[in-house]
């Protein structure tokens, strides 16, 4: 069945965020005061359950991929009443599996 789940990506440099494979991303939202970004995804929930890739690079700071290729945009948040701007980039799915 097809659905949309919401998850938390927490502020940090690299984040892996457990979801179905194939997750199709929708967006991102910033949280009220400081805690982990928001973010809803579409998701086939029969789909293996795998451990996906964000990147969270503030603005100024430098982008680093882990192997140098880009990869896709999802959007920005605030946090701190736009004192702080996060940007959040999809990476990979990591081929392990979780048990449901």
């Known amino acids: 069945m097809r659905t949309i789940w919401k998850f938390e990506i927490p502020v940090t440099d690299i984040a892996k965020v457990e979801m179905p494979s194939g997750a199709q991303i ?22 293996e359950r795998v451990s996906r890739i964000f990147y969270v690079v503030g603005t100024g700071n430098p982008i680093t991929f882990q192997d140098g290729r880009p990869f896709q945009y999802v959007g920005t948040v605030s946090q701190a009443h736009g004192a702080l701007w996060w ?12 048990s449901a």
Do not use: C, F, N, Q
């Open 26 to 47: 929708l967006t991102v939202k910033e949280p009220e005061g400081w805690g982990p970004i928001l973010m809803w995804a579409e998701v086939d929930t029969e789909a």
């Open 87 to 98: 940007h959040v980039y999809d990476g990979t799915e990591v081929a392990v599996a979780y």
